[in-house]
């Protein structure tokens, strides 16, 4: 969690700029961030980083372009010292990944302190007394990250419809009610075109109340859940035939082909859930690479096995004990297999 110290400065930034640029992970927990953000501020834009999680000295065009007189940078694992060098106003960083050591840039991230909570936890610590009214994004994004939030009980004992006082675990939350099916809606406006993908963020910080969404009880929440349906239908028909895969083998790898959308990091989560005990791996073949979420139970280190697993092979990839994402070349594929089931002793 974030110091007190921490948390004022980080609100100081905030209430004290006046067009801010966001750039923030395309997940459902760094969408959350930004929402948080931006209605807590009322000003400023929000880009969504696709693909690997990395801020690049590309990404300077878009600050001076927009005229920001600050940056924040939301649940993005890698922020490259040479965009930090060429931006000429203050970069707020705020992240819970592993810890990086960059210059000029107001860094923020609790691994600091050996804690490692999903960025929207932090970003609720800044502005849930200013915005209590926004408590369903905190934990609609801390669920999409893997986390239940220690404030999610606060939420449950006024929203039961949503998310039911009996219900403690992530997994229970993610998968059997209307929270987690929010989940997958902050999942699934981030897919495809990118303008559509703004006008949907757009309309997501006009929401008063998720039931907009869920319940389609007005016409933004219908526009976003029209989306969400339009996602939704690509997803069941790959889970279903990524079910069709499952042997007794303890790794379960399936890849399938779509130039259009990624749905890895969400069928891999589901399948996690489904097969309980086995390493999940989905991937996406696209442009030569086999871009892929790995999942993995409980206990099982995968950070450090995909870590060693990537050793002499053309690819990228980290994350989390039980959660990661790597891009491997194509011909270098079989062979990463091969020494993930080595480091994991499959």
Known sequence: MLTQTEVKKIKDELKTCTRPLFFFHDDPDGLASFVLCYRFVQ?????????????????ARKVEEYGADKVFVLDVAMVDQEFIDAVKVPIIWIDHHTL????????????????????????????????????????????????????????????????????TTVQEAYFSTPIGRLVKVFSFILKGHMTMVMQSIKTLTRLEDPREILFQTTSRGSFLYRK????????????????????????????????KLSLTK???????????????????????????????????????????????????????????????????????????????KL
Request: proline residues 5%; glycine residues 8%.
């Open 228 to 259: 969400y349906e339009s996602v939704n239908e690509d997803y069941e028909k790959l889970l279903v035939e990524a079910k069709q895969h499952v042997t007794d083998d303890k790794l379960f790898l399936f890849i399938y082909h779509d130039d």
């Open 43 to 59: 000003e400023g834009r929000g880009l969504p980083v696709k693909a690997y999680p990395r801020i690049t000295i590309e990404f």
């Open 266 to 344: 969400d069928l891999a989560n589901e399948l996690l859930y489904l097969l309980k005990d086995k390493i999940v791996i989905l991937g996406r073949e696209r442009n030569g690479e086999m871009r892929c979420s790995l999942r993995a139970p409980e206990k099982i280190q995968l950070s450090k096995a995909l870590e060693h697993a990537l050793v002499g092979i053309q690819g990228y990839g980290g994350g989390h004990e039980q959660a990661c994402g790597a891009a491997i070349k194509k011909e270098d594929f079989e062979t990463f297999i091969a020494n993930l089931r080595k480091e994991l």
């Open 100 to 167: 990086l050591e960059r210059e000029n840039v107001l860094y923020f991230n609790p691994q600091r302190r050996g804690v490692n909570v999903p960025t929207p936890v932090l970003i609720w610590q800044v502005i849930g007394e200013d915005r209590p009214q926004d408590l369903w994004i905190a934990v609609t994004g801390s669920i999409g990250d893997w986390y239940f939030p220690p404030f999610a009980k606060e939420y449950q004992e006024k929203n039961a419809d949503l998310l039911p006082a009996e219900c």
